[in-house]
C-alpha cells in the first residue's frame, strides 16, 4: 500500500506570492489533517478535512486555506506569502477522523517551502 | 488547556542501551489518545506507537514502548536496545476525542536522541 505523499517536496516563492501544496492520504483514508512546523513554533495544526469538509481548523489567518477532493485528495493554498510562511508543511491522512480506539495518522514527507 | 510537555530538550544513549523519553499531558477530557512519533533528518514524520485513555495495558510495539501512567498524566516513550538508526527527534502527541471527533494532534516540543556506538 502506497503512503501519503506530497507535492512538491521543495518549493521556493517570494514575498507576495501564493503557493498550492498537495497531499494524495493513503489509499482508504478519508481524513487529511495539515500542519505546519517551524523552528520557533514546532508543529501546529493548520486544518482538518474528512470527506470533503473542513472538520476542525487552527489558529492561522485566513491566507491559509484548504480543500479537499472527491477522491480524499487534499490541497493546502497560501496567498500573499510572508516570511514567516517558511516552513516544512506535513499532511497526515487516517482512516477515521478522530474516533476513539486508534486511527494513527500517518504523515507525508513534507514540503519544504522557502519564502524569499 | 490541551497541553504536551517534553522537558528534554536532548538526550544521549549509548548503542544498545535502553532509553526513555519523557512527555507530560494536560487535557480535562476523558477519552483520548496520545501518540509518538519519530521525525529523522530527512522529516518524515514516522508513527511508533498509540495508547488511548482507556487502554489498560501499556502500548507496545517491538522495540518501543508506552510507559502510560494516568493519574499522573505522563506518557513516556521507552526504546530498548538502542541503534544508531534510532538518532533523531522525537515528538509526543495528543488528540481529544471530544464531540468535535476530530484528527487534530497536538504535538510537544520534540526531543532530540542521539546514540553513541
Known amino acids: 500500500k502506497a503512503g501519503v505523499t506530497q507535492t512538491p517536496r521543495y518549493l521556493i516563492k517570494t514575498r507576495g506570492q501564493q503557493v498550492t501544496l498537495s497531499c494524495s492520504p493513503i489509499?482508504?483514508?478519508?481524513?487529511v489533517s495539515w500542519y505546519q512546523q517551524t523552528p520557533g513554533q514546532g508543529l501546529q495544526f493548520l486544518f482538518e478535512?474528512?470527506?470533503?469538509?473542513?472538520?476542525n481548523k487552527g489558529n492561522f489567518p485566513g491566507r491559509f486555506s484548504g480543500r479537499q477532493f472527491s477522491n480524499s485528495r487534499s490541497e493546502m493554498n497560501v496567498s500573499t506569502l510572508e516570511l514567516g510562511d517558511s516552513a516544512l508543511y506535513l499532511c497526515?491522512?487516517?482512516?477515521?477522523?478522530?474516533?476513539?480506539?486508534?486511527?494513527?495518522?500517518?504523515f507525508g514527507p513534507g514540503t519544504r517551502l522557502t519564502v524569499l | 488547556a490541551q497541553k504536551i510537555t517534553q522537558t528534554q530538550p536532548g538526550m544521549f544513549v549509548q548503542e544498545k542501551e535502553a532509553v526513555t523519553l519523557d512527555c507530560t499531558y494536560d487535557?480535562?477530557?476523558?477519552?483520548?489518545?496520545l501518540f509518538w512519533y519519530k521525525q529523522p533528518s530527512s522529516g518524515e514524520m514516522i508513527f511508533l506507537i498509540y495508547?488511548?485513555?482507556?487502554?489498560?495495558q501499556n502500548a507496545t510495539e517491538g522495540r518501543y514502548s508506552l510507559n502510560f501512567q494516568k493519574a499522573r498524566k505522563s506518557a513516556n516513550l521507552v526504546i530498548s536496545a538502542s541503534q544508531l538508526g534510532d538518532s533523531a527527534m522525537y515528538f509526543c502527541?495528543?488528540?481529544?476525542?471530544?464531540?468535535?471527533?476530530?484528527?487534530?494532534?497536538?504535538f510537544g516540543q520534540g526531543t532530540t536522541l542521539q546514540v553513541k556506538p
Open positions: 478535512y474528512f470527506s470533503e469538509t473542513q472538520r
Open positions: 495508547q488511548g485513555s482507556y487502554d489498560e
Open positions: 489509499s482508504g483514508h478519508r481524513s
Open positions: 497526515a491522512s487516517s482512516s477515521v477522523s478522530g474516533l476513539a480506539g486508534g486511527a494513527e495518522q500517518f
Open positions: 487535557t480535562s477530557d476523558q477519552s483520548y489518545g
Open positions: 502527541a495528543m488528540r481529544v476525542h471530544g464531540s468535535g471527533n476530530t484528527g487534530k494532534l497536538i
